[in-house]
């Protein structure tokens, strides 16, 4: 029977969590060694559920770690971004004396408001705690000050207490929308990047144009202070070993090879996509077929043309046909007179219509070959 787990269109954790091993492995190193990181991938294709998942090991292998995921999906403004980076900050430091210490809650609590209740002073701190969990109150706005401080005392108190700390800020790009093009947080946060003894910063984000300005163009305060660490889809190979085990669970036989070949080729093995896919398969109660499986892609697909009906609808004319173009032929050469006769616009207009595709996320390269990003979209493109 299939477990709400096995297939997630969410966080991939444990069993669902399809090897990565080698970029584990890695990770661990440069987090344990303080490299920051800029962990750079496109959309829905594993960030998170790599970080989380090599978090898991390093606390498996029994490290000082602390980490905590600061998600500015949903920070619309300045004081929320700043609330979100100086709760993230305080969290960890509480974490980082209640490791340090060993303590029980009442006497952890103690130390806690006496070592922060002063540095945090100008800020009305209040101390509560709830089902043996301490957290800090601030009484004042968050600021950029407040965000200084924080960071400060952590990194103090981590290096005091010889713990590595991972601080990964999620969706990045936030930021930038709220910095008021001065870039101060960011540039407070560079301050405290260089600054780090024991902690380590990780940036992700899923708007690739807007992450690339923030760590890739110079007048940023974080231009060149980042490892880069791409993630790329995960290989056919480690697919295999990891649904061949469900397929057999759920109908008793070996995989179907030519199904297996079509959810690789259908989805790119775009991970979401994969999930999403093998997610429907494995709805069926008899083993699948092949109608079965490209019926279910259709499924997927008409879901999806419903979901982005309007962003279709304003994609300008050349971006739809060059788009069907990819979707026919994926191609090196996009002003090459084949592709251009083929998505049949003024070869002139190629350039910058490819331009404002990968500037939409639509589009990207593979090993030079311009490709749709997501397989559904390339499947409406090619119908449409
Ligand atoms: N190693 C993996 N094994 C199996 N599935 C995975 C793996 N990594 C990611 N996925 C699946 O891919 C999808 C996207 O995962 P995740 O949310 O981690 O990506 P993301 O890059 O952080 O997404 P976003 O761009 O929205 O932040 C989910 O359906 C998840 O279950
Ligand atoms: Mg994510």
């Known amino acids: 029977m299939i477990k709400n787990t096995d297939f997630p269109l969410r966080i991939a954790a444990d069993e669902a969590f399809c090897n990565r091993v080698d970029e584990r492995d890695k990770l661990k190193k440069l987090l344990l060694s303080g490299q920051h990181l800029w962990l750079q991938a496109h959309r829905r294709h594993g960030k998170s559920s790599l970080l989380l998942q090599t978090f898991k090991d390093l606390q498996h292998d029994n490290k000082n770690v602390i980490y905590i995921r600061v998600d500015l999906a949903f920070a619309s403004d300045r004081v929320s971004v700043l609330n979100k980076l100086c709760q993230g900050a305080s969290t960890l430091i509480i974490e980082a004396l209640r490791m340090a210490r060993q303590t029980k809650p009442g006497e952890l609590f103690s130390i ?24 800090m109150k601030l009484g004042t706005e968050a600021s950029l000050d407040m965000l200084e401080t924080s960071l400060q005392k952590l990194n103090e108190i981590s290096k005091a207490h010889n713990i590595r700390v991972v601080f990964m800020i999620d969706e990045f790009q936030q930021l930038s929308k709220s910095d008021n093009k001065s870039f101060d947080i960011e540039g407070a946060i560079r301050h405290n990047l260089e600054l780090a003894d024991n902690i380590t910063y990780v940036f ?23 490892y880069r660490f791409e993630l790329k889809r995960i290989s056919r190979d480690s697919y295999l070993k990891h649904i061949q085990p469900l397929w057999l669970a759920q109908w008793q036989t070996d995989i179907d090879h030519s199904i297996f070949d079509y959810i690789m080729q259908t989805t790119q093995r775009h991970p979401y996509y994969v999930n999403y896919l093998c997610a ?13 499986a490209e019926q279910a892609w259709r499924k997927i697909v ?5 979901v982005n009906k309007k962003m279709i609808l304003d994609l300008k004319n050349n971006e739809k046909k060059t788009l ?19 998505a049949n616009i003024p070869a002139g207009s190629m350039k910058k219509t490819i331009n404002q595709l990968l500037n939409k996320d639509l589009i990207y390269l593979d090993e030079g ?5 997501s397989p559904a979209l390339a499947s409406i493109a090619a119908d449409g």
């Open 204 to 226: 992700c984000g899923s708007e690739h144009n807007l992450m690339c300005q923030a760590l890739e163009e110079n007048i940023r305060p974080l231009y060149k202070h980042t």
């Open 302 to 306: 008409e879901d999806e043309l419903s």
């Open 280 to 292: 429907e398969i494995w709805l069926c109660d008899s083993t699948p077929t092949i109608e079965l």
């Open 324 to 342: 069907r173009a990819l979707a026919i032929l994926p191609t090196q050469e996009v002003t090459a007179n084949r592709f251009v006769t083929l």
């Open 369 to 373: 070959v311009y490709k749709i990003l």
């Open 112 to 135: 806690v408001a006496q070592q922060l209740g002063e540095s945090f002073n100008r800020y009305a701190p209040s101390f509560s705690i709830d089902k043996g969990s301490i957290s």
